[in-house]
């Protein structure tokens, strides 16, 4: 049975993108199909290539050349590509759009079945209220880290404040709606719909996993949202989307799911943990930048013989390696006191005055009495009196 209905598929595929989704799609509905590979740039952006085949240059685009039409329909938007693919190549794989109707209330209002509401939600849910957080998330990282390096503690807090006072709970409130959509899905299914998998978990895939990259690594979000990072690895195990992982690797030599996005989202503030407070012990230095690493080896050297320089007393009952011990819930807040740095009026008022107010005073001192002072000393030639 020819699937295709004779008509040419094309799926322009841009890495770390969307566009695996369609991939994926295309294998489960078992269709013929020719794939063209794009590369990102060095700015993470799409290649200006993709420009030829849309107005917008995104991915995914797909092009379909039907039986005797004179020129291709090219469909781009992931929702609008897998809606028009399943509405006229599902024969191989029917499931993917639950039934819509209970038996008897066919055309009624009302009358849908569940799994076929929550198939008609979730295609618009990814991208109207998911996707958009995880793209803010992913642009609010690089503000983090622009550079030239000198503003990058500016950029800091600005990405910090972003995060903290509307990124982080928009992402968790998601990450927490998915969960108990999960829990429960109709007739206890694996699936956001039910049982079976529906071009709705097609969608939820790319966003899904890539919050298990970043989000669901740490074990605390794992024990959250643990049905969440069941689904994940439900859906990479796939058959069809091990398919599509397959085909890119054959061509490409790897495949990677999505953009890498920063690997511990707290970095900046651990870094201050060590290097600002001084709260440093050489034997368990943080090995993520030079200064640890060149640190921790000269205090070797200093110290002669060992391998270490020894702790004053005090801090090692405060680290917990001298009787007594402190709690459990002391040693973890220690260990841990960088996740729990909060915004507070104290660090705004130190901050303002060192970074603003002081500046500001010297900067106008400086432009208030320029000129007024002579500051030079006596040089060769000068008499005495002169001077």
Same mark, same amino acid.
């Given at each position: 049975m020819d699937n295709n209905q004779g008509c040419k598929i094309t799926l322009y595929w841009l890495e770390q993108s969307r566009s695996h989704r369609i991939l994926w799609l295309l294998e489960e509905l078992k269709l013929e199909y020719e794939l063209k590979i794009f590369k990102r740039r060095a700015d993470k952006l799409a290649p200006a290539e993709l420009k030829e085949v849309h107005p917008l240059g995104k991915s995914p685009v797909i092009t379909i050349q039907a039986p005797g039409a004179?020129?291709?329909?090219?469909?781009? $938007?992931?929702?609008?590509?897998?809606?028009?693919?399943? *509405?006229?190549?599902?024969?191989? =794989?029917?499931?993917?759009?639950?039934?819509?109707?209970?038996?008897?209330?066919?055309?009624?209002?009302?009358?849908?079945?569940?799994?076929? !509401? =929550?198939? =008609?939600?979730? !295609?618009?849910?990814?991208?109207?209220?998911? !996707?958009?957080?995880?793209?803010?998330?992913?642009?609010? *990282?690089?503000?983090?880290?622009?550079?030239?390096?000198?503003?990058?503690?500016?950029?800091?807090?600005?990405?910090?404040?972003?995060?903290?006072?509307?990124?982080?709970?928009?992402?968790?409130?998601?990450?927490?709606?998915? $969960?108990?959509?999960?829990?429960?899905?109709?007739?206890?299914?694996?699936?956001?719909?039910?049982?079976?998998?529906?071009?709705? *978990?097609?969608?939820?895939?790319?966003?899904?996993?890539?919050?298990? /990259?970043?989000?669901?690594?740490?074990? &605390?979000? &794992?024990?959250?949202?643990?049905?969440?990072?069941?689904y994940a690895n439900r859906l990479e195990r796939n058959e069809g989307y091990q398919r599509a992982v397959k085909k890119i690797e054959e061509i490409e030599g790897k495949f990677s799911a999505s953009i890498r996005l920063r690997t511990k989202p707290d970095y900046i503030i651990q870094l201050i943990h060590h290097h600002v407070t001084f709260n440093f012990n050489p034997g368990d230095a943080c090995k993520r930048c030079r200064f640890c690493v060149?640190?921790?080896?000269?205090?070797?050297? /200093?110290?002669?013989?060992?391998?270490?320089?020894?702790? *004053?007393?005090?801090?090692?009952?405060?680290?917990?390696?001298?009787?007594?011990?402190?709690?459990?819930?002391?040693? $973890?807040?220690?260990?841990?006191?960088?996740?729990?740095? =909060?915004?507070t009026p104290r660090h705004a008022m130190i901050s303002f005055v060192y970074m603003g107010l002081i500046p500001g005073v010297l900067g106008y001192v400086a432009y208030k009495y320029e000129g007024q002072f002579e500051f030079r000393g006596k040089r060769r030639g000068d008499s005495i009196a002169e001077w």
């Open positions: 004179t020129k291709p329909l090219v469909l781009a $938007e992931s929702g609008a590509i897998v809606e028009y693919l399943c *509405d006229h190549f599902s024969s191989a =794989r029917p499931t993917l759009v639950p039934q819509r109707y209970t038996p008897g209330s066919e055309g009624k209002v009302g009358g849908e079945t569940e799994e076929w !509401m =929550r198939y =008609r939600y979730f !295609m618009h849910y990814v991208e109207g209220s998911l !996707m958009p957080f995880l793209v803010m998330t992913l642009v609010n *990282d690089s503000i983090r880290n622009a550079p030239p390096f000198f503003v990058r503690p500016i950029t800091s807090i600005v990405a910090s404040q972003v995060e903290n006072q509307f990124l982080t709970r928009n992402v968790e409130g998601n990450l927490a709606f998915l $969960e108990d959509q999960l829990r429960t899905s109709p007739e206890g299914g694996q699936y956001i719909c039910g049982k079976e998998l529906t071009a709705a *978990d097609i969608l939820l895939s790319f966003p899904v996993i890539a919050v298990t /990259m970043r989000v669901l690594k740490e074990e &605390k979000n &794992k024990e959250r949202y643990p049905l969440l990072v069941e060149y640190a921790s080896s000269l205090s070797a050297t /200093m110290a002669g013989p060992s391998k270490s320089l020894v702790l *004053d007393p005090a801090l090692q009952k405060y680290y917990g390696t001298l009787p007594p011990t402190p709690s459990p819930k002391i040693q $973890e807040l220690n260990a841990n006191r960088y996740k729990y740095w =909060r915004w």
